[in-house]
């Protein structure tokens, strides 16, 4: 009996002892399940191991991953354009819905850039030539279809409207007393100057002084280019001259009679501006010129585009082509000469043909360019050969070069200290007999 009885009470002792057990097993695994919840929410493991274990919680792991996966698709389909300001340098984000993310958070309306990156997934089979490999930042059209009318006989193609400007294009007598006056008064009448920001933009990346060799350009000057410039009649016709001539110095020219009509036909362009009318005004006045328009147009002609020797060979360059183009110098070492026009600088950047090296410190402390600068002094090369100091004006007309140029020619001497809106510069011409040898803008600061 006593060992029933012992038997009985050891059955008993054992089972409150696994009651006791489960329980405080059930608390521990309990407290292991709270434990782990932070780190399967922080990682991502708790849909998983629902999932494993039989679907549970199943509409909320569906909702999280189609989350993800909006936010994957988003990902990949979002596209971000470097578009940030010179100084810093710093990358902005570019959205598709046409706004940029400024510094702070917000949005401002910015349609171009969404147009930019829309055309730049279109095929380029619609007459346009794509220039743009490696140097520019993206790619960059250029209409070229219709330049083959420019090479028709220049009495026999279509012009722009003349654009009436009353008295604005008659020089006042303290314009003709002062040549400054008179350049400064061809910046207010370039009607056609880009604007930057609006019509372009560049990266003038870091300085250096003239004698270092090393780029100090991350990528290309030019950032981008509103396509609809090239639009424009007096700067198409000059981007379909800028391929009539062969850079090297010394290498006897041949110009076609279709180019010869696409001269005229630049000059007869050009002739329907205010800059144009008020060089000749100017110029008549003072007996330079004859009062006819035609003649005019002749002595304008025969003076950017009529070829003459240079560097030994006759009929090798003219002032066109050294201003506007550019030469390469091929003896001794090897350098680029001319070369002064933005247009030029930027197609053949585009190219990949010109390596931008960076801007030349200015003379004068705190003056650093930036990306609304329009006269710029720059280190670049083309095909290899080292410009190692140009200056340009960025931005500015065919019309309103030509007519700087040859107002400087005729009125002024070597040095011509003028004002251009917010530049001082000394326009600097140098004669070649009754030729344009060479004529550019140096930058006074």
Known sequence: MDGLIKGLLDVALDAIGNDDGDRRSGSQNQDERSRSTWAQVVTGEEDKGEEENGGRRQGHHHHRNQWNREEEKCGQTEEWEIAGSIPSRRPQKAVHEGYDNDEYGGQHDNNQNYWRQKEEKEESNDGWETVGKKPPRRPQK???DHWNKYKQPASEQEYSDEIEHGNNTEPSDEELADLSLACNKLWELDINRLIPGKDYQIDCGEGKKVYQKEDMAEGSLFYWLNEDVFRRPTFSRFCSLLDNYNPHEGYKETITSEEKQEEAAFIEEISRTAPIKYLFKYLSTKGIVSGNY??????MTNLWFDLYGRGGTSSCSSAFEHVFVG????????EVSGFHNWLQFYLEEAKGRVD???????RRRGQMPDSETQLLTIQFEWNGVLKSVSSTLVGVSPEFEIALYTLCYYVGGEDNQVQLGPYPVNIKCYRFGNKIGSVFPIAEC
Do not use: A, C, L, S
């Open 327 to 334: 030469e390469i110098k091929n003896r001794g070492e090897q």
């Open 356 to 362: 931008y090296q960076g801007y030349i410190f200015p």
């Open 294 to 299: 035609q003649d005019f147009k002749r002595m």
């Open 142 to 144: 250029v209409k070229t």
